[in-house]
């Protein structure tokens, strides 16, 4: 077969979520919340047959992906082309700071334009798209006919919905990217394909979803 199932899963809730401060690429510790979230997606996938466990090398998600691989038996491999948008000087900012701040910037960010760059180094949609769509393809391709764990960040699973149902980088966002959710797609070498979204049944209470996906 020439198809790959991907399990997609977003990390743990943070602190940083709870405030809803800007991790991007800084590397932010999972909460008591979150370790929690992470061991109950490492019971749910743990009758599941997985080839291998990916994860973004930042450690919210590393962590979330190890209690995968403790119920699994599975090495995790890190890969920093699945971490989270880099979001420049907006890092370690409030939403409300953001705006206050750098009005004409945050107006540039909540607009979606698909060319726009956080100042001092951060990522366009567009470049984050391309990262995306390289990397998990490239892992995917590694694994045909099998299934495989791919732990990230909003950014990263908001990508790979857009990807996966065709819709445009700028495109208002209409689904959930709770934290410890299990999403499912197909990868063949024609692209990817939605399967399921946001399945948070292993989690006993609804997981913290943010207004806006990082």
Same mark, same amino acid.
């Given at each position: 077969?020439?198809?790959?199932?991907?399990?997609?899963?977003?990390?743990?809730?943070?602190?940083?979520?709870?405030?809803?401060?800007?991790?991007?690429?800084?590397?932010?510790?999972?909460?008591?919340?979150?370790?929690?979230?992470?061991?109950?997606?490492?019971?749910?996938?743990?009758?599941?047959?997985?080839?291998?466990?990916?994860?973004?090398?930042?450690?919210?998600?590393?962590?979330?992906?190890?209690?995968?691989?403790?119920?699994?038996?599975?090495?995790?491999?890190?890969?920093?082309?699945?971490?989270?948008?880099?979001?420049?000087?907006?890092?370690?900012?409030?939403?409300?700071?953001?705006?206050?701040?750098? *009005?004409?910037? %945050?107006? /540039?960010?909540?607009?979606?334009? $698909? !060319?726009?760059?956080?100042?001092? @180094?951060?990522?366009?949609?567009?470049?984050?798209?391309?990262?995306?769509?390289?990397?998990?393809?490239?892992?995917?391709?590694?694994?045909?006919?099998?299934?495989?764990?791919?732990?990230?960040?909003?950014?990263?699973?908001?990508?790979?919905?857009?990807?996966?149902?065709?819709?445009?980088?700028?495109?208002?966002?209409?689904?959930?990217? *709770?934290?410890? %959710?299990? /999403?499912?797609?197909?990868?063949? $070498? !024609?692209?990817?394909?939605?399967? @399921?979204?946001?399945?948070?049944?292993?989690?006993?209470?609804?997981?913290?979803?943010?207004?806006?996906?990082?």
């Amino acid at each position: 077969m020439d198809a790959t199932r991907i399990i997609a899963v977003r990390h743990g809730e943070t602190d940083w979520n709870v405030d809803a401060r800007i991790q991007g690429q800084l590397d932010i510790q999972l909460n008591d919340t979150g370790r929690w979230q992470a061991r109950r997606v490492g019971w749910a996938l743990a009758s599941e047959p997985i080839a291998a466990v990916y994860s973004s090398d930042l450690n919210r998600a590393h962590e979330t992906a190890r209690a995968i691989t403790d119920s699994t038996g599975i090495t995790v491999t890190p890969h920093p082309g699945l971490r989270e948008r880099r979001f420049g000087m907006f890092e370690g900012k409030t939403f409300d700071e953001i705006h206050t701040t750098w *009005p004409e910037h %945050a107006q /540039n960010w909540r607009k979606r334009i $698909p !060319e726009w760059e956080p100042p001092e @180094g951060g990522e366009s949609l567009l470049q984050l798209r391309e990262r995306v769509h390289r990397t998990v393809h490239d892992l995917a391709a590694q694994h045909r006919g099998e299934q495989i764990v791919v732990v990230a960040h909003g950014g990263v699973l908001d990508t790979l919905y857009r990807i996966a149902t065709g819709q445009e980088v700028n495109s208002p966002r209409t689904w959930q990217l *709770p934290n410890g %959710a299990i /999403n499912r797609l197909l990868w063949t $070498p !024609e692209g990817f394909t939605l399967v @399921g979204w946001s399945d948070t049944q292993h989690l006993e209470h609804a997981a913290y979803d943010e207004n806006t996906s990082f």
